[in-house]
């Protein structure tokens, strides 16, 4: 049974780039048709979904976060990391890693990681 356990810092400030890490056991990042997602919860808010990187490596991105977004993947550490440049208080949520078969991930299938909350303050 594949699992995903996010690591990164929990405090960032403004202006800062986040960085976060989902580190997948008992499966390969590289499995053929599978696709591996970040998404967000803000407080009092619903999930949304930031980007994907596929079996492939291929990369899919929210057209809202496009442009401050990277996702990136070590695939020796069966590892997939985000990067969201610019960050702003807007930007404080829960952040999880998510497996499915399709590009953007969907609540209620696949494989979750518990979620890492993340706050932008100075």
């Known amino acids: 049974q594949v699992q995903l356990q996010e690591s990164g810092p929990g405090l960032v400030k403004p202006s800062q780039t986040l960085s976060l890490t989902c580190t997948v056991s008992?499966?390969?990042?590289?499995?053929?048709?599978?696709?591996w997602s970040w998404i967000r919860q803000p407080p009092g808010k619903g999930l949304e979904w930031m980007g994907a990187i596929a079996y492939s490596g291929a990369t899919y991105y929210s057209p809202s976060l496009k442009s401050r977004t990277s996702i990136s993947r070590d695939t020796s550490e069966n590892q997939f990391t985000l990067q969201l440049k610019s960050v702003t208080p807007e930007d404080t949520a829960v952040y999880y890693c998510?497996?499915?078969?399709?590009?953007?991930?969907?609540?209620?299938?696949?494989?979750w990681g518990q979620g890492t909350q993340v706050t932008v303050s100075s």
């Open positions: 008992g499966g390969s990042i590289t499995t053929n048709n599978y696709y």
């Open positions: 998510a497996r499915d078969r399709v590009i953007v991930a969907r609540s209620a299938v696949g494989s």
